[in-house]
């Protein structure tokens, strides 16, 4: 692993249905993000964590659920999956003290 | 309330001119303001930052300038390449948010050979 890998790389969703998207990183990196990018809206935070065993929410976190139970990895769930949940899913991190975040390659996300 | 925004339009130029990118800002006060190339299907790639005790920034072709009075940051790509094609992002970081960003929804440019 080089970086940041999300998984699945896209997915088709039931309503109501839970999915866990997942996300790891080989950097060491402390801080880890979640954000969502929708068209004319730009990359929303929805949950961040500045190290291990901490998380916080960002901008628009209703309905989604993370956890961070090593410094690897950081799960995004949705726990009743809806149509407005639908949109493309950058998981990112940083080193502490720097500013650059770096970004995986998305989760495309369709829930119908 | 808070609103970052950029050129709400596509920018279409021809190969060796300059793009010019806006991003304006109300209501932040940032002490960092970042610009991320994004290419369709992949995640955003950091670019460059400037401080806010700052004017401008240079890497290579790219050049970026800072106006905290203005609340305004100018994204230059000179010498334009067809590669150059990609959405430009910028993002604002700020103490009084963690450095957590705040992103604007991005300048797609197309640079015509």
């Known amino acids: 692993i080089a970086g940041i890998t999300q998984a699945p790389t896209s997915q088709i969703l039931a309503a109501g249905r839970r999915m866990t998207l997942r996300c790891t990183q080989d950097m060491r990196h402390n801080a880890m993000y979640w954000y969502r990018q929708d068209l004319g809206l730009g990359l929303r935070l929805i949950h961040y964590s500045n190290t291990a065993g901490t998380t916080g929410k960002g901008e628009v976190p209703d309905g989604y659920s993370v956890s961070r139970a090593n410094t690897d990895d950081f799960p995004l769930t949705l726990a009743s999956a809806v149509p407005s949940q639908t949109s493309v899913y950058f998981c990112?991190?940083?080193?502490?003290?720097?500013?650059?975040?770096?970004f995986g390659p998305g989760t495309r996300l369709t829930v119908l | 309330s808070q609103k970052i925004e950029q050129n709400s339009e596509a920018l279409n130029i021809q190969e060796g001119k300059t793009a010019t990118l806006t991003c304006n800002y109300t209501n932040y006060s940032p002490a960092y303001l970042q610009w991320y190339r994004q290419d369709p299907g992949r995640g955003p790639v950091f670019l460059l930052l400037i401080r806010e005790n700052e004017k401008e920034k240079r890497k290579e072709r790219l050049k970026v300038t800072f106006d905290t009075t203005l609340k305004q940051s100018l994204f230059h790509i000179t010498a334009s390449q067809p590669a150059d094609s990609a959405t430009y992002l910028c993002a604002l970081d700020m103490k009084s948010n963690d450095y957590k960003l705040s992103f604007g929804a991005g300048t797609t440019v197309t640079v015509r050979a």
């Open positions: 990112a991190s940083k080193r502490t003290g720097d500013n650059e975040q770096f």
